[in-house]
């Protein structure tokens, strides 16, 4: 039992460090983005164009992959064997290319439609450009489809190295493309850089699966057994999947209007920072246990099932809390430091950290939809999460209405925080109500620890960043030193806390610790 949890420790620490540096990558390739463009017509019509393929390959066909393909592979495995495991993934993997295919096709024929239901700029020429860019980019969608399939394979096989360099590789091909051909090709030539990259992160699974000698041949076969039970799934799951991608469509929509089209760019630069922070340590959780979790609703081991989940949750948010403090307390040095020079001037830093401060009210919510979402995929059940996406999506739309006028973009950004959260409480009541919950007495007592612990923290960050401004040089150096500080400071000021409090993963970060200088 300590062997495999070492070994899943150290998967999740591999894939982490691995996606750590693609979320880094990304950062420096939006930095890139934001010294060039801004928050100026061609960013807030890229940002658009760009998104209109990914949602639509989020809402239709990522559930697919990754809520009904995995838990179906994995009952291939454990019932029938690795040839008829693959026999079915090739089955997949043609089924998907035809559907993202067909899909694509459309996409480019109407991107002016999609531009309108995706954004509402003043500006003509603003939607314009966006309509062709959306034309170039739409073949993502096909790229997106083959490419997730591939990763949903080698996930079910416990295979996460080559996954998590997906995002590394497409955004050192967006960098280079920065810093070698911008100048000469423009926003056009960056949505065919972005282009390149998708269709790079489908070729980098293939030597893996070569090596796990998985050998798929073309099956369009839409009623073989395994699709069946694909598509049975796919439906409520795939409603279930649209919460972010559909939160995130609303919100742009309705920051098109903010700021002559400016406040599309904004939620989309600190969405983007948001989800490298949050994003790096809870997707990667989340993409290990998964399978896991697959495995052992399979087996019938609702005991363990239960116990991963509890654990996973109180691990995850033992680290989300003071993420999201910090990242409250930081946010506007923090956005200067990563986006800040050239065309990216005061007014952008003001309004897209403003942005981010509101947004990363709701990352604990993030992390937990995130969490049993999965919990609920695995055991097949996708009609709750539909439920409670629907409603949350309700509360998203309403609260963009409502605060938008008044608040301007902290009011899109506190919206989509609040709708998060509505979708988490709403996936963790039916599992309390069922007896498989993962609240107690002592879990509620850790999280009122972890919060008071992060309150602490947050304000130590804060007296830390006010005290240390006025003294610090200017410029980036002067950013990085404080960025440092504050993060230093926090981090031993929550860390001591969680030990005085006694928290496990604080105990288990001081024994590793000792034994490490024991070692040394």
């Known amino acids: 039992m300590e062997e495999r949890q070492n070994n899943a420790t150290k998967t999740i620490s591999m894939v982490m460090i691995v996606t750590l540096i693609g979320k880094v990558l990304g950062l420096y390739r939006d930095r890139l983005l934001a010294i060039h463009y801004s ?45 008829e495991a693959f026999r079915f993934a090739g089955n997949f993997i043609t089924v998907m290319a035809l559907l993202t295919a067909a899909l694509t096709l459309l996409g480019m024929a109407f991107p002016q439609a999609l531009v309108a239901v995706f954004a509402d700029y003043a500006d003509p020429r603003t939607t314009a450009l966006a309509a062709s860019l959306t034309r170039i980019m739409f073949p993502t969608v096909l790229f997106s489809g083959i490419a997730f399939s591939l990763v949903g394979v080698l996930q079910a096989q416990d295979h996460f190295t080559a996954p998590a360099l997906m995002s590394a590789a497409s955004n050192l091909v967006i960098i280079l493309y920065f810093l070698l051909l911008d100048s000469k090709l423009g926003i056009y030539g960056l949505a065919l850089a972005y282009l390149a990259g998708w269709l790079l992160q489908g070729l980098i699974q293939l030597p893996p699966l070569v090596r796990l000698g998985c050998r798929f041949r073309p099956d369009p076969n839409f009623r073989s057994e395994g699709m069946k039970k694909v598509f049975a799934l796919m439906g409520p799951v795939m409603v279930s999947t649209w919460v972010q991608p559909i939160n995130l469509v609303i919100n742009s ?111 604990a919510g993030y992390a937990l939809q995130n969490i049993l979402s999965r919990a609920y995929f695995a055991k097949q059940d996708g009609r709750t999460p539909l439920v409670a996406g629907a409603l949350s999506i309700g509360v998203n739309i309403l609260l963009c209405a409502l605060l938008m006028d008044r608040f301007q973009v902290a009011g899109l950004a506190l919206a989509s925080a609040v709708s998060s959260t509505v979708y988490a409480l709403l996936l963790l009541l039916p599992m309390e109500r069922g007896g498989e919950g993962i609240l107690d007495r002592d ?78």
């Open 253 to 363: 929509r309705f920051g098109s209007r903010l700021y002559d089209g400016a406040g599309v760019a904004a939620l989309e630069y600190s969405t983007n920072l948001y989800l490298v922070i949050a994003g790096t340590f809870i997707l990667s959780i989340t993409n290990v246990i998964f399978p896991r979790l697959s495995r052992l609703t399979a087996g019938g081991q609702q005991g363990q099932f239960r116990d991963t989940i509890r654990q996973t949750v109180h691990s995850s948010l033992f680290f989300v809390l003071p993420m999201s403090a910090g990242l409250m307390v930081v946010a506007r040095p923090l956005i200067s430091f990563i986006y800040g020079g050239r065309e990216f001037g005061d007014f952008a830093t003001q309004i897209t950290s403003t942005a981010l401060v509101w947004v990363s009210l709701g990352m």
């Open 443 to 520: 879990m509620v007592l850790d999280l009122v620890k972890m919060a008071a612990a992060a309150l602490a923290m947050g304000l130590c960050a804060h007296l830390v960043l006010t005290g240390l401004t006025p003294l610090l040089p200017g410029g980036k150096l002067g950013e990085l030193l404080c960025l440092g500080l504050c993060a230093l400071a926090g981090v031993a000021v929550y860390f001591l806390l969680a030990l005085v409090l006694g928290l496990q993963e604080a105990r288990l970060t001081a024994n590793l610790i000792k034994q490490l200088r024991k070692r040394g």
């Open 39 to 83: 928050v100026g017509m061609e960013a807030n019509a890229f940002f658009t164009a760009s998104r209109i393929p990914r949602v639509f390959f989020d809402a239709v066909f990522a559930s697919a992959i990754a809520a009904c393909f995995i838990p179906v592979f994995s009952e291939y495995l454990e019932k029938k064997g690795k040839k």
